[in-house]
Nanobody
Framework: QVQLVESGGGLVQAGGSLRLSCAASGRFFSTYTMGWFRQASGKEREFVGLIRKGGGATYYADSVKGRFTISGDNVKNTVYLQMNSLSPEDTAVYYC?????????????????WGQGTQVTVSS
């Protein structure tokens, strides 16, 4: 059974930081590109960032570039999303996902597996 489990969400004040974790069953991190997405209430799910399989290069949406950082731990099969300088516009449910494709992609339909999501709320 393939599983991705996010954790680390919560309530934080504007300007604060949170670190989300995505624990994967099996050797996901070395096999899949791992992406982070978010979905604010009433909006479509949007790409946040990704890390290439095996902990390679990262790529971020313009809206989070310079504030968010993705990293991974091969031993723990866990991917992290470090979020700094948070603003109320970052409030959303955050999802991690795994893409088995050869080329890293940013579209939701490219991803094969999804976690259940974790809520991040940033107060002003």
């Amino acid at each position: 059974q393939v599983q991705l489990v996010e954790s680390g969400g919560g309530l934080v004040q504007a300007g604060g930081s949170l670190r989300l974790s995505c624990a994967a069953s099996g050797r996901f991190f070395s096999t899949y590109t791992m992406g982070w997405f978010r979905q604010a209430s009433g909006k479509e799910r949007e790409f946040v960032g990704l890390i290439r399989k095996g902990g390679g290069a990262t790529y971020y949406a313009d809206s989070v570039k310079g504030r968010f950082t993705i990293s991974g731990d091969n031993v723990k099969n866990t991917v992290y999303l470090q979020m700094n300088s948070l603003s109320p516009e970052d409030t959303a449910v955050y999802y991690c996902a795994a893409d088995g494709g050869v080329v890293p992609r940013t579209t939701t339909f490219s991803y094969d597996y999804w976690g259940q999501g974790t809520q991040v709320t940033v107060s002003s």
